[in-house]
């Protein structure tokens, strides 16, 4: 491949950056070609790359590590044909024998008419570096007898059935080059796909990968004391360990329903202050009657640039939260007065506390009676056992606020999503519209709000002003679908045919539904033609 086919690896955000782009062009070769080169050096994946092949040579493009090769093909050539015309026979389905070729113009004439005898040869292009490892791990297998070899990335549910895995342009494309259907009713397709409502109730919904599954207690952050390795048994690793909690009360397993009566009055205590938000130096509140690890503590997080504040019992704790709302709440459990467990549960029980992050601690001695599955009945955020590893209690904070952050970012969004929904189901587009600018205006980078206004406005036919958010949209998010193919539609629509066939083009690899990429890889030729 040319130097220009790795700017468009670049274009079309296969490559992170112009430093990668620079180093792929330097080592490509006539062996090792760019697409391979940028595979090897690990800047893209083997999918990826497929795509933007499939999308330059007008060729569907196979992903061999995804694959199950069906190894009989390989039977009736002597191998080294299959070494020098570097190609691959995959699979047969339907009638059709898919070959992955390195080349796909350079093809042994007589390779391809023994696999015509069992059925329609479709070539499909393949990165070079894929297909020469497939050949020579598909002709070791074939030695020792297998009939299947399936790649390292293939479904293991598939492993025994062979299949070709293709991506790109028009998947069933064979060797004469015949077209799929009607370039008319692709274009129609296309366009019904480009300007269809985009209900803003879409957008709203969301999913809560963040949450923790009560039935996975290993979800919670735990550290292993100080100097020891990263835990991978014992009490404190998962759950099923075997540990029981002790008898005191606060940590009664059994105590759920009791345990909220016994918080009540704490969070009556604590209902009432200022509620939790993180804007800024964040807070971190640091609860322990050993005065040497609150100081060791505050060592460790002030200079990194947190706000600190520190308790001596579990009732300081409650007077200093009864008055701010924290970041992040680092709480031993045998505390004096209110013990960590119930500290833990308040602040979670108290609303304009509950996204406080909770991490409890306690002597190594004492963490065999804490599992995970009572740090999720008390709802901690996670735990560490004395002697503490800063380091990775420092990481756990930050991972913490980083989830919070954007928690407290989406739910934003979701507010103002949804007052733009209210406006504009009662008729008011304008207002709507300018819902959406105003939440920009504070965060600039949220792909579902700026996205939505790009729809919007796409409706109210601003095409230019759609065209502009739509441009913004995929530059924070490259690989987003909808966008790219609305962006595409509107610079046709604006008569700039070459940057809709180039932006349909770095669409194509991130389309999600087989007919749509068939119908734009049918228009997109038509338009290129």
Excluded at 471 to 476: Q, R
Aim: hydrophobic share 45%; glycine share 8%; proline share 5%.
């Amino acid at each position: 491949m040319s130097n220009a086919f790795g700017r468009w690896l670049l274009e079309l955000g296969a490559l992170p950056d112009e430093d990668a782009l620079d180093d792929v062009l330097a080592r490509q070769s006539e062996r090792m070609p760019t697409a391979s080169v940028a595979y090897v050096l690990g800047y893209a994946d083997e999918r990826s790359l497929a795509g933007v092949l499939a999308a330059a040579t007008g060729r569907p493009a196979i992903v061999l590590d995804e694959s199950v090769i069906d190894l009989t093909l390989l039977d009736g050539v002597v191998p080294e044909a299959w070494l020098g015309s570097q190609m691959m026979p995959v699979a047969v389905d339907g009638g059709d024998v898919y070959v992955a070729a390195a080349h796909p113009e350079q093809l042994d004439a007589r390779v391809l008419g023994r696999l015509g005898l069992r059925g329609t040869v479709v070539v499909a292009i393949a990165l070079a570096v894929t297909v020469a490892r497939t050949v020579r791990a598909g002709l070791a297998a074939r030695r020792r007898g297998d009939e299947v070899w399936a790649g390292a990335s293939a479904d293991p549910a598939d492993a025994g059935r062979p299949r070709a895995v293709l991506v790109g342009v028009d998947e069933d494309a064979t060797v004469d080059g015949a077209a799929p259907a009607d370039a008319a009713d692709a274009a129609r397709a296309v366009k019904d796909d480009s300007t269809k409502e985009i209900h803003v109730r879409e957008l709203i919904d969301r999913d809560d990968d963040s949450a923790i599954d009560p039935e996975l207690p290993s979800q919670v952050p735990i550290l292993a004391p100080r100097g020891s390795a990263w835990p991978t048994d014992g009490p404190w690793s998962r759950g099923g360990s075997g540990s029981s909690v002790g008898s005191d009360p606060g940590l009664d397993p059994e105590g759920a329903g009791a345990l909220d009566g016994d918080v009540a009055d704490l969070v009556r205590t604590l209902s009432p202050g200022p509620a939790a938000t993180i804007d800024g130096t964040a807070r971190v509140l640091i609860v322990d009657d050993d005065y040497a690890t609150r100081q060791l503590l505050v060592k460790e997080f002030a200079p990194r640039g947190y706000q600190v504040a520190t308790a001596a019992s579990g009732d300081d704790a409650v007077a200093a939260l009864a008055d701010s709302a924290p970041d992040v709440v680092i709480a031993d459990i045998l505390l004096p007065g209110v013990d960590g467990f119930r500290l833990c549960r308040a602040i979670k029980r108290t609303a304009r506390l509950r996204d406080v992050g909770v991490i409890l601690m306690s002597a190594v001695i004492e963490s065999g009676r804490v599992t995970p599955e009572v740090l999720l009945r008390y709802s901690a955020d996670g735990y560490a056992a004395k002697p503490l590893d800063t380091i990775r209690l420092l990481r756990i904070v930050r991972e913490h606020l980083g989830r919070r952050r954007e928690a407290l970012r989406a739910a934003g969004d979701e507010q103002h999503l949804r007052r733009a929904l209210d406006r504009y189901d009662a008729g008011d587009g304008v207002g709507a519209i300018a819902v959406l600018r105003d939440r920009l205006d504070e965060v600039p980078t949220s792909v579902r709000v700026r996205f939505a206004l790009a729809n919007m406005l796409q409706r109210a036919h601003h095409r230019d002003d759609a065209v502009r958010e739509y441009e913004a949209v995929v530059g924070h998010a490259p690989d987003y679908f909808p966008a790219l193919t609305r962006l595409a539609y509107l610079y046709y629509e604006r008569g700039e045919t070459r940057r809709a066939v180039e932006t349909w083009r770095r669409a194509l690899p991130h389309c999600p539904d087989r007919d749509l990429r068939k119908n734009i890889e049918l228009f997109v030729r038509s338009l290129a033609g």
